[in-house]
């Protein structure tokens, strides 16, 4: 018969797990000294700063006066601004939510057709029907077009019974009637129309210039 005698655990780590264990207790203590002295450092700071402004040494600055704002401010000087239909520049959108929707230009969609056509067929936007690009005298580029408004994103619209009987359901939960593609261009209900533009383009004047 062989017997097989196990051999107790060691109750004490070998160099190298020693040493490791002792670097990483370094390391975490080194990472909190940094955090210790950087809170203290801002503490002493405030501290300071409460000092001279209740001395009157320095004045508080409204916090949206203390904002960096990242593109100029917009005026609506209107003089030598023009914008106008583009159909050799249009701007580049690698998906539907590739850029983010500046604004919001709320108009009837019958005046947008009356004034600028029908428009072109959206290739960038698979929730519009429309597409309309427009540049102005900067050489700045904007996209116009409708969000999920027609029955062409939402499907055809169910039996009138269905939006009727509706009294227990929430409001913001309700099935809505959406209009076909047709009734929607033909509508003199003001809409919100999405707005895609290029960075520092002066989104003020283009709304202007065409209301």
């Known amino acids: 018969f062989f017997l097989m ?32 002295q ?35 401010k917009h005026d609506t000087d209107l003089t030598n601004y023009e914008a106008w239909i583009s159909f050799d520049r249009k701007i580049v959108k690698l998906s539907d939510h590739g850029m983010p929707v500046a604004a919001k230009l709320i108009v009837p969609p019958r005046l947008v057709r009356h004034v600028f ?6 290739s960038r936007n698979k929730q519009a029907t429309r597409e309309y690009d427009f540049e102005d005298s ?8 409708d969000y999920k408004a027609t029955t062409n994103w939402w499907g055809d619209n169910k039996d009138d019974i269905t939006y009727e009987s509706q009294d227990e359901v929430e409001p913001r939960k309700r099935i809505q009637k959406h209009p076909t593609v047709e009734e929607f261009w033909e509508s003199d209900e003001p809409y919100q129309f999405r707005i895609n533009c290029e960075d520092y383009s002066e989104l003020q004047k283009l709304s202007l210039i065409h209301i």
């Open 38 to 72: 950087t809170a203290q450092q801002k503490r002493v700071e405030r501290e300071q700063f409460n000092i001279k402004l209740e001395s009157g040494e320095i004045k508080q600055i409204p916090r949206r006066k203390r904002r960096i704002y990242d593109r100029p």
């Open 117 to 122: 056509g029908d428009g072109a067929n959206p």
């Open 138 to 145: 900067n050489l700045n580029l904007f996209l116009v077009y």
């Open 5 to 36: 005698i196990r051999r107790p655990p060691r109750s004490t780590q070998s160099r190298s797990s020693a040493a490791s264990d002792v670097y990483k207790r370094q390391e975490q203590h080194k990472t909190f000294t940094q955090k210790l």
